[in-house]
């Protein structure tokens, strides 16, 4: 078998001198790669000049919808995935990490793209922010696609995984890729892109694959371009010092591998939940993946007087992990990805025995089942044990990327604390402890150091997903030794490729790059109530000013008996005089109702339902007497996906302004409603949607009047 690249939309076979791929297994050949003779520069070009602009003409919500079809399709071919990844030395649980894990990120993300970013092909960040005294200079935060490639480089320990957790961000943000995965397990990369490409989900352009050698790529870079890389820390500063790196500032996000600890709180004794937890946990980190994680347990913090209790505990639960052939039931733990790697944690073994004393494992005669021990990549579990651990630092100087963890004692919190910051920067902490008095002290104490910490306990063990999980929702990277860089986190993740620039200008001009109604800016007036319309015939920034209701003693004693709350400043006169409000105050949530009533069309329409409120605040209080008027405008729209067994609709958001008969604003919110569309996503071409683009269904827009708002109009934003 000769793996091929991905290059300029062609597979293409290497040249020159190939590469032997190993079964980490049995040490049979698998076949060979190279990348020799691919023209990097094209492939930067192409991507920059075919995929890029493919990417970029689609909203976040077609790139979402995208990337969830990507996943479906990957799940369909899961098994064929299994049977590769067992050559890497995976077992079952080592297959749902890698290959699961990195399908559930596209998942992930997919869903975050159409809940969290507009059905816009860029993102705006962060509120209004008003510039001068009367409202007419505003400012906000619009954040583009990079116009460039993101160069996706990954270690060798999650081959799908790692690329996976990539792609969603960069793909989502609309910026093509260039992945290029590490060589030794290649094999299953080349075998899940080969499924991507075939699936023709995703824009030409937009993903290119390099298995080899990454060549001269780095040099052909722009200040449009961002690399991602993933792996050792010396590799990692050879990357960044590439001249081409440094001449343009291309962005760059380095993880690499780091000093992981794990701590055993003063209260978790023997026969506690917590102490069961933890020696489960340091036990699992130790052989999943047989240690090859960047977030795998590498130190372990015990209080001095359980020392002994830990070593046996973990002794006893590492002495029943069955290594050998991941395909043999039973097996719990594989092989190292290959034989170099086998050489590269021996040797670091070595230096860490120089500080420490073998508890447990470590030696030469260790039992392998259903393979030879010698042809494969298999490597003993090692326990170490440091009993000096401020004296004898190797422990925090030294990683052996693989089945060994060195346990150190400590006296007091304050000495734990010391020790992980020792690390010099990690990927993940995690702490077992039932006292939250502890683990506030040990979060504060080394979150600077740490870009996860994980406080563990018997409240969340049945959810947590565990010490050495990466999840798509928090950010992943950490401080110093561990790369000094982010990945994931939900929306941060997509932002890395994408840039922020300020806009400034009049509310109206604003709103019109962003599509996002603010207060100041122009309105929109119609004869007919929006909540008489379609998704397809509403426009952003359309208007409706309500009639008047005058607040009376009665609705506020009713209000009061209708929904329970007596608080005194509503129904106790003397209370109220006494109060900061001076009279009996109207409640916040009956001037939200009075509002609804006042704003609502109460027919049935194309308005299905509320869906929500946000942005809630009461800025002036409502007496007695007072009369309420509500400002309705719609702010934002988005179309929610289509469904079987649902009719075709969207979400608007509305911008709701309550006033008194002096003008004065007294409740400001959005409220969101379901909306329906008359035709489904992939309906008749679009209407105008009030922002000079096409976004609606064909239906004639509404003749309309513009009106601007006076200079001093207030730009709060919700």
């Not at 049945?462 to 999980?469: D, I, L, M, N, V």
């Not at 329970?564 to 409000?581: K, L, M, P």
């Not at 007072?626 to 079987?644: G, I, M, N």
């Amino acid at each position: 078998m000769r793996l091929r690249n991905y290059a300029c939309g062609q597979w293409v076979e290497g040249s020159g001198n190939f590469t032997t791929l190993y079964n980490a297994v049995t040490g049979e050949p698998l076949g060979e790669t190279s990348s020799q003779g691919l023209d990097f520069a094209a492939m930067a070009t192409y991507a920059r000049e075919v995929g890029g602009p493919a990417l970029r003409r689609l909203t976040f919500h077609q790139r979402a919808r995208m990337l969830k079809a990507l996943a479906l399709y990957l799940t369909e071919r899961k098994e064929q995935f299994y049977r590769i990844s067992s050559w890497t030395g995976a077992t079952k649980t080592d297959h749902w990490i890698d290959i699961d894990g990195g399908i559930g990120t596209l998942f992930a993300y997919a869903s975050r793209g159409r809940r969290e970013f507009p059905d816009e092909p860029f993102f705006v960040d962060g509120p209004v922010e008003t510039l001068s005294k009367n409202g007419g200079f505003v400012g906000r935060h619009l954040c583009v696609p990079l116009e460039g490639v993101a160069v996706q480089i990954n270690a060798f320990n999650f081959p799908v995984w790692g690329m996976l957790e990539k792609l969603s961000t960069s793909l989502l943000a609309g910026v093509p890729a260039i992945v290029k995965p590490a060589t030794v397990t290649s094999y299953l990369t080349e075998a899940v892109f080969r499924a991507m490409v075939e699936s023709r989900i995703l824009p030409e352009g937009s993903i290119q694959l390099i298995v080899g050698g990454a060549g001269d790529l780095l040099d052909h870079l722009t200040c449009q371009d961002a690399v991602a890389f993933t792996g050792s820390a010396w590799t990692g500063q050879l990357l960044k010092k590439t001249p081409a790196m440094l001449e343009h500032n291309v962005r760059y996000n380095q993880e690499a591998d780091s000093l992981n600890f794990s701590m055993l709180g003063p209260d978790a004794t023997p026969g506690s939940e917590e102490f069961d937890l933890f020696v489960k946990e340091v036990a699992r980190e130790m052989t999943v993946k047989a240690g090859q994680k960047c977030t795998a347990i590498r130190r372990t913090f015990v209080p001095r007087t359980l020392a002994d209790d830990v070593v046996k505990a973990l002794s006893k639960r590492l002495g029943g992990v069955t290594v050998g052939d991941p395909t043999n039931e039973g097996v719990r733990m594989g092989p190292l990805a290959g034989r170099s790697q086998v050489k590269e944690v021996g040797k670091a073994l070595d230096a860490l025995k120089a500080g420490a004393e073998i508890a447990f494992g470590g030696g030469d005669a260790f039992e392998v089942v259903g393979a030879n021990r010698d042809a494969g990549a298999f490597f003993p579990i090692t326990l170490l044990y440091n009993d000096r651990p401020f004296d004898r630092t190797q422990a925090h100087d030294v990683e052996a990327f693989g089945p060994v963890n060195t346990v150190m004692p400590y006296d007091t919190v304050d000495e734990a604390i010391a020790l992980a910051k020792l690390g010099r920067g990690s990927l993940v902490g995690s702490l077992f402890t039932a006292d939250d008095r502890v683990a506030r002290d040990v979060a504060l104490g080394t979150a600077a150091y740490h870009g996860r910490l994980m406080l563990a306990n018997r409240h969340s063990a049945k959810e947590s997903t565990g010490h050495g999980s990466p999840l798509p929702h928090l950010v992943h990277g950490g401080p110093g030794r561990a790369g000094g860089g982010e990945e994931m986190g939900g929306v941060r993740g997509v932002l890395h490729y994408m840039q922020r620039t300020a806009i400034q200008g009049s509310p109206t001009t604003v709103a019109a790059v962003t599509r996002e109604w603010t207060r100041g800016a122009a309105e929109r007036k119609d004869r007919v109530h929006p909540f008489r319309k379609h998704f397809e015939e509403l426009e952003v920034g359309e208007s409706w000013t309500t009639h008047r209701r005058t607040v009376t003693e009665a609705d506020i004693t009713n209000f009061a008996g209708i929904s329970g709350d007596y608080f005194y400043a509503h129904v106790d006169d003397i209370a109220a005089r006494e109060s900061i409000f001076e009279r009996r105050v109207a409640h916040g949530y009956f001037v939200v109702s009075a509002a609804a009533g006042l704003f609502v069309d109460p027919a049935p329409g194309p308005v299905l339902a509320n869906y929500g409120l946000e942005g809630l605040r009461f800025v002036k209080p409502v007496y007695a007497g007072d009369t309420l008027q509500v400002r309705l405008t719609c702010k934002s729209k988005a179309a929610k996906d289509d469904r079987e067994d649902q009719i075709p609709q969207g979400v608007v958001a509305w911008d709701v302004e309550v006033s008194n008969q002096d003008g004065e604003a007294v409740a400001l919110y959005t409220v969101l409603t379901l909306v329906k569309r008359l035709y489904p996503l992939d309906g008749p071409p679009a209407a105008s949607n009030g922002a000079g683009e096409q976004a609606g269904d064909g239906v004639a827009a509404p003749a309309v009047t513009v009106t601007e708002q006076p200079g001093n109009a207030p730009a709060r934003m919700t």
